[in-house]
């Protein structure tokens, strides 16, 4: 089973992720994408980042509906910080009927040359790309393991949810709707 790994801190996810998600479904040959919750590094106090499992709840929420798409805690459990090759190699271990393909945007791709055994995992898993815009042709384009989507992008950040929640305004279609309704019942991200 071809299974997608989008990562992020999704504080909170919104629907610029879930666009991208599903495009590598709809045009990748995955038949799961999982949406994979990174965990507060207790090394870097982050103020304006939720709690784990208050994000990973709305990631829940997010894609209850879609069973092609499912959130991951991971990482959770994993030391941090926490490598990509290493939870690579953790997931190929724990789940060996499926193959793990990484999600990532142009501008990742060109500074993948800064992870840790970055060239084991362009040896050893395949990459889908969307581009992002202004981005120039990636660096590692043409590696065989690379594979290159035209995604539609939403010009949406977690930043502007997270600045619209302490302005009082609605966040309303930029993040599903359980997921609004939840905010909406909930101060999260207000102070
Ligand atoms: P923040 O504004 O807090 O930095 P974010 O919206 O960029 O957050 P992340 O959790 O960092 O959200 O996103 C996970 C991944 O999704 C990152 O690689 C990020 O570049 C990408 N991403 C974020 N927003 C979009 C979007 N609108 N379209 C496509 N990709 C996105």
Do not use: C
Request: hydrophobic share 40%; charged share 25%; no cysteine.
């Amino acid at each position: 089973m071809q299974t997608g790994l989008f990562f992020g801190s999704f504080n909170p996810i919104h629907i610029g992720h879930l666009i991208i998600a599903n495009h590598m479904v709809e045009y990748g040959d995955l038949t799961q994408v999982w949406m994979v919750v990174s965990p507060h590094n207790p090394l870097k106090p982050k103020k304006t980042l939720a709690r784990d499992f208050d994000r990973l709840h709305l990631v829940r929420l997010a894609v209850e509906d879609n069973s092609n798409l499912r959130a991951s805690n991971v990482e959770f459990d994993l030391p941090q910080p926490s490598y990509t090759v290493d939870t690579l190699a953790y997931l190929a271990d724990k789940f060996p009927e499926r193959k793990f393909t990484l999600i990532m945007g142009g501008d990742n791709l060109a500074s993948l040359h800064k992870w840790k055994n970055y060239e084991q995992i362009l040896e050893h898993y395949p990459i889908y790309v969307y581009q992002r815009p202004g981005a120039e042709k990636p660096v590692f384009g043409a590696h065989p393991n690379v594979r290159i989507f035209e995604a539609p992008l939403l010009h949406i950040s977690a930043t502007y949810i997270r600045q619209a929640r302490k302005e009082g305004k609605s966040v309303r279609y930029l993040v599903p709707d359980p997921v609004f309704e939840y905010l909406d019942g909930s101060d999260m991200y207000k102070k």
